[in-house]
């Protein structure tokens, strides 16, 4: 799939975009500067992460503990600022956790 | 063809909208305009016509409301004036965007403060921008006709762009005019059913009012732009399907006693019709004097303009806004701008009238006839015809 129309005669009438859930091939991972990072023993598994992340994109795993989709995660940081026991904390992208 | 009856143009202008089997309706009431919201809310309320009527509190939802509707194909209209106008500001420019044939009656009303009702063109011309399609009525016929022909245009498949409807508040929308309606045999014969493009519906999803990242924003302008000035030549050829069935002419300029006709003078809804007693009157005392009629405000028919135009020396417009501190009335500055790089281009005088419900008497068009050479020698890009100094 192309990502931009080449010109504007390829632009839909109206803008209207046919093809349903495409907003997931649209990664906005690479916005991020900061990355939220889990200590999963602080953790009491409450789901407010998954509850308040914009993006949608924080996930139970099978140990019920919590991770963000790093393909979407926008590096917003409500997910660490919303964690009760400090949990999660956001670090400089390219930096090791 | 039925008889003429006398009916008020607001409540004509319903009738005709009534014709055209709607789907849905959303309007909030504001003066000028109320009556044609009230009078399809008793329409649809009686049952006569099968369609929805969304009551809503505010302008900014009537707008929002007939676009949901619209989006999922049904046929729709609201109307308004004014701070009504002012209110949906936010969502005009999205309509077209959208590419939602959304059919809307203004009652022209001059726009606060101070506060006033009546009329002028301030509440449409602040809104020229936003995109939608703009077409003016000199009486209550044209008002009745255009409404007919506003849903074939706007849902045209080389068009689907909205189209308001003008009528001057109070001068147009109160007064108790002939009108000839056609029949509702003869309407669907004009208008069929509309086929939208895309609508939602929850068997094939898709979404609409997306977003626009700067890789794309400036092609979606671009595209929007190619459909609004496109939608000209679809105008004229549904005016021309108009005229042969119900024998009313329409052009974007529209012209009286021009042959011959040194002096033109040119105006934009119902000041025409005062303008013509004024054209025969000058014309029996032998002032080679004509008259333009501005039908079709957007797409701006540049091209007709300069066909119209040739020939005369002097080209007298009036507007009913003024763009403070720019070039003057706003029909007069698209004018300049059509005919600057003409050859033997006429001289352009230009008077600001008509304001705040200010009456326009047929000896004002006398009077801005007459001191036209005065007006010109004066410099100004423009005046503000019967100020008190
Ligand atoms: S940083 Fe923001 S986007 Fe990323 S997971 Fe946390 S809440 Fe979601
Ligand atoms: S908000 Fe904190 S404690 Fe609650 S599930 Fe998420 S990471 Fe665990």
Redesign the interface.
């Known amino acids: 799939m192309k990502k931009w129309p080449e010109t504007w005669k390829e632009y839909n009438t109206g803008g209207i975009v046919f093809e349903p859930g495409n907003a997931r091939s649209f990664k906005t991972g690479p916005w991020r500067s900061l990355r939220p990072v889990w200590d999963n023993s602080k953790c009491i598994k409450c789901g407010v992460c998954y509850i308040f992340c914009p993006e949608g994109c924080v996930q139970e795993g099978p140990d019920g503990f919590f991770a963000a989709d790093l393909d979407y995660c926008k590096g917003c940081g409500i997910c660490a600022h919303e964690c009760w026991p400090s949990a999660i904390s956001m670090i400089e992208e390219g930096q090791e956790s | 063809m039925t008889k003429p009856v006398g009916m008020e143009v607001a409540v004509a202008a319903a009738e005709a909208v009534a014709l055209c089997n709607i789907d849905v309706a959303a309007c909030y009431p504001i003066t000028p305009n109320t009556h044609i919201a009230e009078h399809l809310a008793d329409i649809i309320a009686d049952g006569r016509i099968d369609a929805e009527y969304i009551t809503v509190e505010s302008e900014h939802s009537a707008l929002s409301a007939v676009m949901g509707a619209s989006g999922t194909g049904a046929r729709t209209f609201t109307a308004t004036s004014s701070q009504g106008l002012m209110y949906m500001h936010e969502i005009l420019p999205i309509t077209p ?4 044939p959304v059919v809307m009656g203004l009652g022209n009303r001059a726009v606060s403060g101070p506060i006033n009702i009546w009329n002028d063109h301030s509440d449409i011309i602040m809104q020229r921008d936003s995109g939608w399609l703009s077409i003016f009525a000199d009486n209550g016929q044209e008002a009745v006709d255009m409404f007919i022909q506003a849903f074939k245009i706007a849902e045209h498949p080389d068009v ?1 762009l909205p189209i308001n409807v003008n009528m001057d508040g109070f001068q147009l929308t109160h007064v108790v005019e002939p009108i000839v309606f056609p029949t509702q045999a003869q309407v669907n014969k004009f208008l069929p059913p509309y086929k939208p ?2 609508s939602l519906h929850p068997d094939h ?6 977003l ?1 990242l700067p ?2 924003y ?3 302008v ?2 929007r732009d ?1 459909a609004t000035v496109n939608a000209k030549k679809v105008i004229v050829q549904i005016w021309q399907e108009w005229e042969k069935q119900f024998g009313r002419k329409y052009e974007p300029v529209m012209t009286y006693k021009t042959a011959g006709a040194e002096i033109l003078i040119l105006t934009m809804g119902s000041m025409g019709e005062t303008a013509e007693v004024a054209v025969d009157a000058l014309r029996k005392k032998g002032v080679k004097v004509g008259l333009l009629k501005l039908k079709l405000w957007r797409p701006f028919p540049f091209d007709e303009i300069r066909k119209a135009v040739r020939g005369a020396k002097t080209l007298v417009v009036t507007d009913r806004a003024l763009s403070y501190g720019g070039p003057g009335g706003p029909v007069c500055s698209e004018i300049r701008a059509a005919l600057y790089d003409q050859p033997n281009r006429p001289e352009i005088v230009n008077y600001i009238i008509g304001l705040g419900g200010r009456d326009v008497r047929v000896e004002d068009f006398m009077k801005m006839i007459e001191g036209a050479p005065k007006a010109k020698k004066s410099g100004d890009a423009y005046q503000i015809y019967g100020v008190r100094e």
């Open positions: 965007a959208m590419r939602l689907l493009f895309a999803p898709l979404s609409m009012g997306t626009g890789e794309i400036t092609e979606a671009k595209a190619v």
